[in-house]
Each structure stands twice: as C-alpha cells, then as structure tokens.
C-alpha cells in the first residue's frame, strides 16, 4: 500500500476496515500484523493460500456492501453473491451435476442448441450463464480428454519400447549361449 492510500481492492477493504480483516486473518489461524499495510499483505497471502473463504470473508466486511448490492440490484445479502457480476446460482450447480453425466458429443449438441435459444432470448440472463456453463464445461472435459489420450499414447510408445528392448535383450542372450 502506498503511503495509506488503497491500491486494490483488498488494500480497499483493509484500510477501511482494519480490526475486521485482522479478525480474518485470526480466524484463519494467523496472527495479525499491527501495521495496516502489512495486514494487508497478510491479507493477499491468506487470500492466495485459502482462495475463496477468504474472498467471501473480505466481501461480507466491505465498507460498501450494502451500496453495491444494491446498485447491482440484489436487495438483500444473498449468499450466491459474490460481487464479480457472475451468474452462478444454485440451478448452475444442478446444470453442473447434469453436465457431468454428459459425453463430450452430448456436451457439444447441448452447447450448440442452448447457444441458439439464447441467440433466440438475448435478454434472457439465465439463459446466456447456461451457454458459458456448458461451454466451460465441454472446455474443462475437452482439455482431460485431450490429456488421457496423450498419456495412452506415451503408455503405448513406452510398452513398444519396453518390448523392443526386452527382443533386443533376448537375441543377445541367444548369441552369447
């Protein structure tokens, strides 16, 4: 932090609201610092080795909780709320849990078809999260297929390989007896 002043968010957060990030930090089983800018950085750390609990504690402190819900028109503190403008709700789980069962083919038809409807409802909010949902989705699924498929390969290339040296080891052997 440069001379008191907030640089990011969580300098933000932390300036403002010094005695509560320091209750986070301790929640977390850390001391925490005295000095502002070093509880900051304490702050970044915990946020780098824990992730998202702590992102969610820092959300629930912020000095303009309240203004940014709503201004981002949540009218009370739902707890799917993140501030990142992301669109992730409960029925994304369910798609999620749904998408899983799905084959890489399915993924990509379901893909196709709801990118069509949301072309069809550009308005509807719930209907574009449900394309990046299953896009992300045929992504996530497309990258370990991908992966799998290399590790046979090298499997495959080793076992030939492994053969190869083993023929090699057997006719010397018969040259030397």
């Not at 977390?28 to 970044?44: H, M, R, T």
């Not at 069809?120 to 297929?145: F, G, I, N, S, Y």
Request: glycine share 4%; hydrophobic share 30%.
């Amino acid at each position: 932090m440069c001379k008191g002043k907030a640089q990011n968010r969580i300098d933000y957060i932390v300036l403002q609201k010094p005695s509560e990030a320091a209750k986070i930090v301790e929640k977390y089983g850390y001391e925490a610092p005295k000095k502002v800018d070093e509880l900051a950085k304490a702050v970044k750390l915990l946020v780098k080795k824990k992730g998202e609990p702590v992102i969610k504690d820092l959300i629930n402190i912020h000095p303009e909780k309240k203004l940014i819900l709503e201004v981002s028109g949540h009218k009370s503190d739902e707890s799917n709320y993140c501030g990142c403008h992301s669109s992730y709700s409960g029925e994304t789980k369910e798609l999620l849990d749904q998408l899983s069962e799905l084959s890489v083919n399915d993924l990509t038809q379901l893909y196709e078809d709801t990118k069509k409807k949301s072309k069809d409802k550009p308005e509807d909010k719930t209907l574009m999260a449900e394309v990046e949902t299953v896009w992300d989705e045929l992504k996530r699924r497309k990258k370990q297929t991908e992966k799998l498929e290399k590790k046979n390969e090298e499997s495959t290339q080793s076992l030939w390989l492994k053969f190869g040296l083993f023929f090699l080891a057997g006719v010397v052997i018969a040259k030397i007896s």
